[in-house]
């Protein structure tokens, strides 16, 4: 089977953005002083997703959210993994950019709801890669030991289910 120069070469950029995104997400956050009123200027993820289509794919992933406001999110994601079709399992990855916005971004809740969207570039081996729109709800809980867990569904390119990882603030979400 004959392999396009889209898939090609996109796996290449997803290869050659993963060792930043794991970098992001595993270094401590840093601050911007005491003049901005965001001190954490970014925030780590890793994360696990699947996405149900024709094409179906599990991804794992690393990202990085920066906040673009007190209630906004703006979220990048790398992720690869395996997709399968008739049988057939093949690589695959992907890069999202979702903005979130926040419904609790102060924890005056145990549970903080947040919705977004965004944009999803997905690749698998032997298909043409492809943009998709995204649309997300998610939840995220409280923080424990630097780190918050979330769970969001949405849809984008199929329908997606995932779980995320998020390093804690200690001022908000």
Do not use: K, N
């Amino acid at each position: 089977m004959r392999r396009g120069l889209g898939s090609a070469a996109a796996g290449v950029r997803l290869r050659r953005a993963a060792p930043l995104a794991i970098a992001l997400a595993l270094a401590p956050p840093g601050s911007s002083g005491a003049q901005s009123p965001f001190p954490t200027r970014w925030q780590g993820e890793a994360r696990v997703d699947a996405i149900f289509a024709r094409l179906t794919a599990v991804h794992a992933g690393l990202g990085a959210s920066v906040p673009l406001g007190y209630y906004v999110r703006l979220e990048g994601v790398v992720a690869g993994g395996a997709s399968r079709l008739s049988g057939v399992t093949r690589t695959s990855g992907r890069a999202d950019l979702v903005g979130r916005f926040l419904l609790d971004p102060f924890f005056q809740y145990r549970r903080g709801p947040y919705a977004g969207g965004g944009l999803s570039y997905r690749a698998d081996r032997g298909a043409r890669g492809r943009v998709d729109l995204v649309a997300v709800i998610g939840v995220e809980g409280t923080a424990h030991r630097g780190w918050m867990v979330a769970a969001e569904c949405g849809v984008g390119g199929g329908v997606r289910v995932g779980m995320a990882l998020r390093r804690a603030r200690e001022d908000r979400r």
